[in-house]
Structure formats: structure tokens, C-alpha cells
T-cell receptor, first 120, second 114 residues
Framework: GAVVSQHPSWVICKSGTSVKIECRSL??????MFWYRQFPKQSLMLMAT?????????EQGVEKDKFLINHASLTLSTLTVTSAHPEDSSFYIC????????????????FGPGTRLTVL | AQSVTQLDSQVPVFEEAPVELRCNYS??????LFWYVQYPNQGLQLLLK??????LVESINGFEAEFNKSQTSFHLRKPSVHISDTAEYFC????????????FGTGTRLTIIP
């Protein structure tokens, strides 16, 4: 249980185009999903917290107009990188928080396999 | 706010030797503690976690970690490593209430030498 998928697993795009990344919780409902960015050989940097049915909460320094997040359902959150540039190339990882009978299981998050974005 | 320190960025270990990956944290509130493993080009997988109770927690593949509140540490150990343990290991904490954000350490790359 608690499986999170991401699509696509990798994408290459031209500079100036927009790219959408999907994050799905396959066997549970996730009221909260998180989006991280990971640079090579570095740790994960939290970009934003996505709550179903409401606006995402962005971390300081993350441009909300560039990284559009939509959490339209309890099993799907999307991250759209708008007008992508080479500096946006990175590994993007989402995670979902599990709730059981209304109680958070130790704030545990389950992670997707990641999406590698390369902007040419 | 919380912070996590993983002092060792890289740890090379011979196969079947023991290993310890160090993790120290700082927090003004009580926290949950996690170890995640990341294999090349993959997302993170939960290795083990400490929520409450026994301070020694174990994973199914032979890793264990011990929560030491006085030393604010959560070191990861394995008595005998295997080639397949080669990966990046991240220590993380999150508050036990309120803000559920995970704070990660910078990671330790474990390389197993045949």
C-alpha cells in the first residue's frame, strides 16, 4: 500500500515551453502532497505543499507563477513548470502524506519515483 | 525550525563489513525521525522511522537506527553490508504536531566495495 506514481519519469523540452508533471496516489487518498526539487548530489528542497481543493503553499524563494501546482482531487496533484529554462533542469519528486482514520501516521510521507526534467 | 546534519557525505565500506551513517538533528519541539534510501535515478524509499516507544528501530533488510534524545542523534547501522546497499541515504525529521514538513539532511552516499 501507499504507492505514489509520477508521470512522466523523464522529459526533455525546449527552452520556453511548459511542462506538466503528474503525481498520483494509487491506493490511498492524499489530502496533502509535497513537491521537492533535487539537484545532482544534493538533498531535497521542498518547493511547495499542495492541499486538495485549495491553493498551494510555496516555500520562500520559489516562484509560484513559474511553478504552478494544482491539487484537483484526493489522488492527483500536478506541477507545471511554465516557460522552462535550462536552470529549471532538475529532478522533481512528489510525496503524499497518509492519513488513517483521520490520524496522521507520524507525518510519514510516501515518495514518487521522481521526474527528471532537462531543458535544452 | 528543525535542522538535520549528516556529517559524512560519502562512506566507502567493504562488502560484509559493518557501517554506521551518522545523523544529528536540532529542534525546539519534539520530532519524528526517518531514514530514507534513494537508489540511482529513483525517488526516496522509507527505510525506517522512529515515532515513539522503543528507541531502537529496525528495517526489514537488516538496518537499524537508535534514537538518542540526549545526544539528538539517530544514527543508522548495519552489521554486514551488501553490494545492493549502495545508495544515497537521507536522514529526516518532522515535528510531532502542527507543521508536517520534512526537513532533510544533505545525504550520505554509501558505496560498497566488493
Amino acid at each position: 500500500g501507499a504507492v505514489v506514481s509520477q508521470h512522466p519519469s523523464w522529459v526533455i523540452c525546449k527552452s520556453g515551453t511548459s511542462v506538466k508533471i503528474e503525481c498520483r496516489s494509487l491506493d490511498f487518498q492524499a489530502t496533502t502532497m509535497f513537491w521537492y526539487r533535487q539537484f545532482p548530489k544534493q538533498s531535497l528542497m521542498l518547493m511547495a505543499t499542495s492541499n486538495e481543493g485549495s491553493k498551494a503553499t510555496y516555500e520562500q524563494g520559489v516562484e509560484k507563477d513559474k511553478f504552478l501546482i494544482n491539487h484537483a482531487s484526493l489522488t492527483l496533484s500536478t506541477l507545471t513548470v511554465t516557460s522552462a529554462h535550462p536552470e529549471d533542469s532538475s529532478f522533481y519528486i512528489c510525496s503524499a502524506r497518509v492519513w488513517s482514520s483521520g490520524r496522521n501516521l507520524g507525518n510519514e510521507q510516501f515518495f514518487g519515483p521522481g521526474t527528471r526534467l532537462t531543458v535544452l | 525550525a528543525q535542522s538535520v546534519t549528516q556529517l559524512d557525505s560519502q562512506v566507502p565500506v567493504f562488502e560484509e563489513a559493518p557501517v554506521e551513517l551518522r545523523c544529528n538533528y536540532s529542534s525546539s519541539v519534539s520530532v519524528y525521525l526517518f531514514w530514507y534510501v534513494q537508489y540511482p535515478n529513483q525517488g526516496l524509499q522509507l527505510l525506517l522511522k522512529y515515532l515513539s516507544g522503543s528507541t531502537l528501530v529496525e528495517s526489514i533488510n537488516g538496518f537499524e537506527a537508535e534514537f538518542n534524545k540526549s545526544q539528538t542523534s539517530f544514527h543508522l547501522r548495519k552489521p554486514s553490508v551488501h553490494i545492493s546497499d549502495t545508495a544515497e541515504y537521507f536522514c529526516a525529521v518532522s515535528p510531532t504536531f502542527g507543521n508536517e514538513k520534512l526537513t532533510f539532511g544533505t545525504g550520505t552516499r554509501l558505496t560498497i566495495i566488493p
